[in-house]
């Protein structure tokens, strides 16, 4: 039978039933019929089998392929609400055997019918320290054993709304399976609330990334909206998982009525929504939630069941996850940083914050790392006579809701890993394993490993075996290989979720036979790299300057760091904001530790150094002397106040350096507008951070910092600049797009716009279509703006745009796009194509005011107005470098709305991820 259902799952489109609880609540029960406990649908397994047998036997007769069980909630939580938990085993097991009963009754041998054993999320949520993980996880372990025992043939995790808890049930399901010796199909839906998010706040793709490693066999959604909610959410799905996607939509979002809650969307709606997502989507289970009835199943399954599977073709990103987001682990022009300094190992300041048992300072700097830029958190709590198990669940149970970045646990003992991944909801990444003490039956390795596979974590690969820590490339590539073999071949892990780190040990400290372990270091990164494309490697970079004084660590850990990145490094374990910028490193500092780097003495360095007895070792310390941070930075600053004022407010966001910045600033207002200075002076240092950061010159933490400065600036001059009086004159909604943070040019649209007598309905970063959608509404907005930087966010704006046809609304909201990776052509012609409503490109802020103009001009009907006619289609432009402005290219070809360029390839630029270095 199972494999029959597996097999099914990924060709054909199966039918699944519809509501059991609210049948149950039309079906009119007593208090006795409930055995006194009121609510307790479970009950009725043993009570009213007959009700129960009823509602199956009416889906079947509907069509449906899968029958759920009635054990939505025999779980741990929800019967103890009623002091019956002990009940939960007894209960599904019942539920099971009437299920299975029905089922078989319908099956003939051309449509076998399936027992799905339902897995509800229970009362508690372990994420919020309501329940214990592993409490949970065991008693699901026991109740899906039951349901093995009376025949279910696979089970549905539903309506999770906490990522801790559906990591329990899929543990506790996998257990079960192995423990009666089956094969047992686990299906997971998640449940996305009309905020876009599940209940605490985790997006579509962290659910995606958290859930598919675990080994589950299909994802999908159900409860919390109708299908029109989950439309955007369905194609995150659909677009990356490896896994059928499922559907189980509510028959609408509830309208609360004298009677009770009413669902709105009948059999014919449900279906209609259905069928289009089937095909757009490639679900391969379709069926309802809650208001869903008989009837509504009988109509889906007439229109669907039996349907060969829309093909899709999923673009799988390797990543690890907060309980919030996902973060893939390579990273745009970026190194994937780890921040290092939540390690009680690493950083005084956080071991003395943990000795103290002071976990807030704990989470301050964790929040610290997340602010200067870092991707991941090395969360290490390792420390002699502490007990390391109760000090990882504090922090791990703290640092899963109060840190948004996801977390690399790090420790050598294998019961304090599996403490903090009972604890962090999110997809950890376990650092390390490695064949120190072998790969025997008692080694750290075979002890760590079944945790890694279990909770579907990535891992660090250490390259250290029986004989030590590797010195040479090729001892260090040998043990790589080994251990990637081995994670793969034995283990059953990805490449992809594998990072390597080939360990370097200091070489400044003067003795001769670590010279060399910088230059060892990077070459086996680059054979590795070479060898195994799909491997990571990661490398904790302080090391390589142990000994040395702060301001020498600094300079040579980013110059370290920076070869690393050119020889293939993917990720570091780093003080992200302690990396200095290549190129703001003075000449002889960073030539100097070059040379030490690549172990260059006497005259194998380059001239003018390279002369007999050049020891780059003597000479760096030599530079070092009596140089500390803050006189390196005093340095820079007088090297800044040397500049003609409007080159330095220029080199001030180049620099991220705010000190000083309103006095230049109110300095430049004596000379020029406060526009002229945002447009000339300050985007112009941003298109040059654009051009450092696009070509790896510069790392993240710099351009935030960057950033900040741009946005001060940004909030000193707004007052400056000229304003109407006149208000009211239109209504303009403003969003980055989901998935992009940057905000800095939407804010400046903003401005602008609002001081021109609209209003602006700001709504921030990262915004779901449903978000804006549902803002645009409730302002009734004339128009609609919409940001984004990222090149992927040309694909957002461009299903936004479907969104909007689908949902009848592209006539109603003129639409205008702005963001580095756009060009005119791809908007007016590939996306206003396909937009059934007007769409237009906004080059830059005043762009979008004269938008709006018309936009308002049209529809207060002036006569002669309307929307700037859409520019001839351009040919394709060298690439512009950096971001904001720059002028328009050529044009030739045809106009209108019969562009007729392949949507699939897009004329985006891409060229934004590399832009020609400045100067
Ligand atoms: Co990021 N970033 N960034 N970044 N960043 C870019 C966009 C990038 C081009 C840099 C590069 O490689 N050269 C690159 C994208 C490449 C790609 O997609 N292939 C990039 C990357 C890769 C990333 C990360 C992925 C890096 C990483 O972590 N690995 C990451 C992404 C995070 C995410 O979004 N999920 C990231 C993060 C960041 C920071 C957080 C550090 C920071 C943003 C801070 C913030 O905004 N609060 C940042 C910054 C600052 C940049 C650059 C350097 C500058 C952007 C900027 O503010 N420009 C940028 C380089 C670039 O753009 N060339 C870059 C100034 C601003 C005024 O211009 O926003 O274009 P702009 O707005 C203009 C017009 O476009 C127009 O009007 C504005 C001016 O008048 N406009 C509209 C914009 N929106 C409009 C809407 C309208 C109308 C007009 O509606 C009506």
């Known amino acids: 039978m199972t494999s029959a259902l597996r097999s099914a799952l990924g060709s054909r489109l199966l039918i699944l039933d519809g509501a059991m609880g609210t049948m149950l609540q039309a079906a009119d029960l007593s208090l006795d019929d409930f055995d006194g406990l009121e609510g307790c649908n479970e009950i009725l397994n043993v009570t009213r089998p007959d009700v129960i047998s009823e509602i199956h036997d009416r889906y079947l007769a509907a069509g449906a392929d899968l029958i759920e069980t009635n054990t939505f909630g025999a779980n741990l939580s929800a019967l103890g609400e009623y002091n019956i938990a002990e009940r939960a085993v007894e209960l599904a097991g019942a539920a099971t055997r009437l299920a299975r009963r029905a089922a078989d009754a319908a099956s003939t041998p051309d449509r076998p019918r399936f027992v799905v054993g339902s897995v509800g999320p229970g009362t508690k949520l372990p994420t919020l320290g309501h329940i214990a993980f592993a409490a949970i996880r065991d008693v ?43 094969d047992l199909p686990v299906m997971v839906d998640i449940t996305v609330e009309t905020t876009g998010t599940m209940l605490l706040g985790s997006e579509t793709g962290a659910a995606l990334t958290v859930l598919e490693p675990l080994g589950i066999d299909a994802i999908g959604m159900n409860c919390a ?153 090395d969360l290490c709590v390792d420390y002699v006579g502490r007990d390391g198990t109760a000090d990882m669940a504090t922090l791990a149970a703290r640092m899963s809701t109060a840190v948004t970045l996801p977390v690399v646990l790090d420790s050598t003992e294998p019961q304090v890993l599996r403490t903090g991944l009972e604890h962090l909801a999110g997809r950890c990444i376990i650092n390390s394993v490695n064949f120190e003490d072998g790969d025997g039956p008692e080694s750290r ?3 760590v490993m079944p945790l890694v596979r279990e909770h579907g974590a990535g891992v660090v690969a250490l390259t250290i075996d029986e004989e030590g820590q590797a010195r040479t490339r090729e001892w260090k590539v040998r043990v790589a290989s080994r251990l990637i ?118 005259t194998d360095a380059p001239a003018p150094r390279g002369v007999e007895g050049y020891d780059p070792l003597t000479r760096f310390l030599e530079l070092f002397e009596g140089v500390t941070a803050a006189s390196m930075k005093a340095e820079r600053e007088a090297e800044l106040a040397a500049m003609p004022l409007l080159e330095r407010l220029k080199q001030r966001i180049i620099d991220g350096n705010a000190k000083g910045l309103i006095e230049d600033l109110d300095e430049a207002l004596t000379i020029k507008g406060a526009l002229d200075i945002v447009n000339e002076d300050l985007l112009a240092g941003m298109q040059v951070v654009g051009e450092l950061f696009g070509s790896g010159r510069m790392q993240l933490p710099f351009v935030l910092q960057s950033a900040e400065v741009m946005k001060t600036a940004v909030a000193h001059l707004e007052p400056h600049m000229e304003k109407t009086d006149a208000g009211g004159k239109g209504t303009l909604v403003l969003a980055t797009v989901k998935g992009d943070v940057h905000d800095i040019g939407k804010n400046l649209v903003d401005i602008i716009v609002s001081n021109n007598g609209y209003s602006v309905v700001n709504l921030g970063i990262k915004q779901p279509v449903q978000a804006i959608i549902r803002a645009a509404e409730e302002h009734h907005a004339d128009a609609i703006g919409m940001s984004g930087l990222l090149v992927k966010s040309t694909m957002v704006m461009r299903d936004n745009l479907l969104e909007l046809n689908r949902e009848g609304l592209a006539r109603n909201y003129p639409v205008m796009l702005g963001g580095a990776a756009l060009t005119r052509s791809y908007v007016e012609h590939d996306l206003n194509d396909l937009f059934e409503g007007e769409v237009r490109y906004a080059r830059d802020a005043f762009e979008g005011l004269r938008l709006m103009d018309s936009v308002m001009a049209v529809k207060h009907g002036v006569p002669g107005s309307s929307l700037p006619e859409i520019r001839a289609r351009r040919v394709p432009a060298r ?41």
């Open 140 to 182: 699901y372990q026991q109740t899906i054993e039951a349901m093995i025992d009376e025949g279910a043939d696979a089970v549905q995790i539903e309506t999770c709304q906490d990522l801790l808890q559906a990591k329990a049930a899929v543990i506790g399901a996998h257990r079960a399976a192995a423990a009666r010796g089956v």
């Open 225 to 377: 909206t109708g299908p029109a909610e989950m439309a955007e959410h369905l194609r995150t799905l659909s677009g990356a998982a490896r896994v059928p996607v499922t559907c189980m939509p509510n028959a609408g979002l509830p309208v609360i009525t004298g009677e009770g809650a009413r669902y709105p969307l009948g059999p014919e709606d449900l279906t209609e929504a259905l069928t289009d997502y089937a095909q757009r989507f490639g679900l391969s289970v379709v069926g309802g939630c809650c208001g869903t009835t008989p009837e509504h199943i009988a109509m889906v399954s007439a229109a669907l069941a039996g349907r060969p599977v829309a093909p899709r073709h999923p673009v799988h990103v390797d990543a690890v996850a907060s309980l919030y987001s996902e973060v893939p682990l390579s990273q745009d022009t970026a190194y994937l940083a780890i921040g290092e300094r939540t390690n009680a190992n690493g950083s005084k300041a956080f071991r003395e914050a943990m000795l103290a048992e002071n976990w807030d300072e704990c989470i301050d700097i964790a929040k610290t790392q997340t602010r200067d830029g870092a991707h991941l958190l």
């Open 445 to 447: 390795y075979q002890r």
């Open 485 to 602: 073999d081995d994670l793969v071949g034995r283990w059953g892990m990805e490449v992809g979720d594998i990072l390597v780190d080939c360990l370097t040990f200091p070489i400044a400290t003067g003795q001769q036979e670590t010279r060399r372990d910088g230059v060892e270091t990077i070459e086996a990164i680059r054979e590795l790299k070479s060898r195994y494309p799909g491997v990571r490697t990661t490398l904790g970079v302080s090391n390589i300057s142990f000994g040395l004084n702060p301001a020498a660590r600094i300079v040579l850990n980013s110059v370290f760091l920076h070869e690393a990145v050119e020889a293939g490094l993917d990720s570091a374990i780093v003080h992200a904001a302690k990396i200095l910028p290549i190129d703001r490193i003075p000449e002889e500092q960073r030539d100097v530790a070059l040379d030490l780097v690549w172990d260059r003495r006497g």
């Open 879 to 919: 690439p512009r470098a950096g971001s904001v402005g720059g002028a328009e290219a050529a044009t030739s070809g045809g106009s209108g709305k019969s562009g007729g360029a392949d949507p699939a390839q897009p004329d985006v630029r891409s060229d934004v991820a590399r832009p020609t270095p400045a100067g």
